[in-house]
């Protein structure tokens, strides 16, 4: 089991939150994956290890996640929510043909909050970035 893993169960822990078999796998399918899955992608990913696990489990656990922090719910227009494990802060660069989503970790933007709180006066609860254009694999694809 990965740290991420340890250390976002024993949050859910002391905040007294049962640790389900089906709650540790969604959990370790997040922080394994990198391509930001759909909650049907989830369900669909882990039903063959738990076939009556229903769709409602992985969104409520989602939800759960989210609202711990522990995952974001990110929504990119196209009418289906994708999640991430937050371990930590970054942006996303998304290709408009195929849809793939790529982190980027970039620190001179840590303190893009900050800045923006002292020249606007605004008092900062969150912000993303996104970077649309298209990925490596779909730039060869439209040469071909």
Known sequence: MSY???QSIERLKYNNIRIT???HAILE???DMDTHPTADEIYKALEKDFPKMSVATVYN???LFTQMNLVKEMNFGDHSSR???ASNEHYHAICTQ???IE???YPGLDDLEEVTSSLT???VQSHRLEIFGLCPDCQVNNRQ
């Open 4 to 6: 991420l893993v340890e």
């Open 121 to 123: 006066g605004y008092d």
């Open 98 to 100: 195929c849809g793939k």
């Open 103 to 105: 982190d980027i970790y």
């Open 61 to 63: 656990n989602l939800r």
């Open 83 to 85: 999640f991430d494990f």
């Open 29 to 31: 399918y997040l922080i």
């Open 21 to 23: 078999p089906q709650r």
